[in-house]
C-alpha cells in the first residue's frame, strides 16, 4: 500500500470507525475516495488527520475540510438512499460531494469561492465523478433552480437557522449540518414532514462557520 492508501485505512479504522459509523457505504466510499487529491500539496501530509484542514488560498476566505469521522457520521445520520438527490453546501475542493457520490443517484455541490469551486471540478473531473455539478454559490442560498432535494450536506457549521435551504428540501428531506445557534454547537438533522421542519441533534461538534452562515453582529446603543 502506498503510504496515502495506509494513512486513508487508518483514517476509517482509527477515526471513522470509532465514531459509531456503521454504513459500509460510507466506510467503503471513504476508503475509495483519495482525501489527498482535495488539499493543496503543501498539506496533503495532514490530508488523513483528524482535524479541520484548511484548503483555502491565501487570499481567499478560511475554507476547510471538516473532520473525516464527523463528515461519516453526518452523512449515516442523513440515510441517503441510493435513489436520492443530494446537495453538498459550501463544498470547499469537492472531498464530501466526492464521497456522497459514490452512492447517491445525483450530487450538486456549491461553493462561495470561485476558485475552490474550479478546484472542486477538476479533483471530481480526475475521479471520473464530472457529474457532479459544482457551482459557484453563497451557502445560504443553496440551489434554489434544481431544488427539491432529497438530502443537504452542510460542509461546516451554521449560526442561523438556514430558512432557504429548509425550502428546498423534498417532503421526507433530510438537511444534515452542525448548527452553532447554540452552545455548545451539535451536529443536527432537520427533517421537512407534513409543511413543517423539526429538528434533532445527533452529537456535540465543531466546524467552522460557512461564510453567509455566520450570525450578524447585533448593535445596542
Same mark, same amino acid.
Given at each position: 500500500?502506498?503510504?496515502?492508501?495506509?494513512?486513508?485505512?487508518?483514517?476509517?479504522?482509527?477515526?471513522?470507525?470509532?465514531?459509531?459509523?456503521?454504513?459500509?457505504?460510507?466506510?467503503?466510499?471513504?476508503?475509495?475516495?483519495?482525501?489527498?487529491?482535495?488539499?493543496?500539496?503543501?498539506?496533503?501530509?495532514?490530508?488523513?488527520?483528524?482535524?479541520?484542514?484548511?484548503?483555502?488560498?491565501?487570499?481567499?476566505?478560511?475554507?476547510?475540510?471538516?473532520?473525516? =469521522?464527523?463528515? !461519516? %457520521?453526518?452523512?449515516? $445520520?442523513?440515510?441517503?438512499?441510493?435513489?436520492?438527490? +443530494?446537495? #453538498?453546501?459550501?463544498? @470547499?475542493?469537492?472531498?464530501?460531494?466526492?464521497?456522497?457520490?459514490?452512492?447517491?443517484?445525483?450530487?450538486?455541490?456549491?461553493?462561495?469561492?470561485?476558485?475552490? =469551486?474550479?478546484? !472542486? %471540478?477538476?479533483?471530481? $473531473?480526475?475521479?471520473?465523478?464530472?457529474?457532479?455539478? +459544482?457551482? #459557484?454559490?453563497?451557502? @445560504?442560498?443553496?440551489?434554489?433552480?434544481?431544488?427539491?432535494?432529497?438530502?443537504?450536506?452542510?460542509?461546516?457549521a451554521t449560526e442561523?437557522?438556514?430558512?432557504?435551504?429548509?425550502?428546498?428540501?423534498?417532503?421526507?428531506?433530510?438537511?444534515?449540518?452542525?448548527?452553532?445557534?447554540?452552545?455548545?454547537?451539535?451536529?443536527?438533522?432537520?427533517?421537512?414532514?407534513?409543511?413543517?421542519?423539526?429538528?434533532?441533534?445527533?452529537?456535540?461538534?465543531?466546524?467552522?462557520?460557512?461564510?453567509?452562515?455566520?450570525?450578524?453582529?447585533?448593535?445596542v446603543f
Open positions: 500500500m502506498s503510504g496515502f492508501s495506509t494513512a486513508r485505512q487508518n483514517m476509517v479504522d482509527c477515526q471513522v470507525r470509532p465514531s459509531d459509523v456503521t454504513d459500509s457505504r460510507i466506510i467503503e466510499a471513504m476508503l475509495k475516495v483519495p482525501r489527498e487529491l482535495f488539499v493543496p500539496l503543501d498539506r496533503r501530509a495532514l490530508a488523513y488527520l483528524d482535524l479541520d484542514l484548511d484548503v483555502s488560498d491565501a487570499e481567499s476566505t478560511r475554507r476547510c475540510l471538516i473532520k473525516p =469521522a464527523v463528515t !461519516a %457520521r453526518m452523512l449515516q $445520520a442523513a440515510a441517503i438512499q441510493e435513489t436520492d438527490k +443530494v446537495l #453538498v453546501v459550501g463544498c @470547499a475542493t469537492g472531498y464530501i460531494a466526492a464521497v456522497v457520490g459514490q452512492f447517491a443517484s445525483e450530487v450538486t455541490a456549491t461553493e462561495s469561492e470561485s476558485t475552490l =469551486a474550479a478546484k !472542486a %471540478r477538476v479533483a471530481l $473531473a480526475e475521479l471520473g465523478m464530472g457529474k457532479i455539478a +459544482v457551482q #459557484v454559490a453563497a451557502a @445560504a442560498d443553496g440551489d434554489p433552480a434544481h431544488a427539491p432535494y432529497d438530502v443537504i450536506v452542510l460542509n461546516g442561523i437557522v438556514p430558512e432557504i435551504l429548509y425550502q428546498q428540501l423534498r417532503e421526507g428531506g433530510r438537511l444534515v449540518g452542525i448548527f452553532a445557534t447554540t452552545r455548545p454547537p451539535r451536529a443536527t438533522i432537520v427533517t421537512h414532514s407534513h409543511e413543517d421542519f423539526g429538528s434533532r441533534p445527533l452529537f456535540d461538534a465543531a466546524a467552522p462557520v460557512l461564510p453567509g452562515l455566520d450570525r450578524r453582529p447585533v448593535f
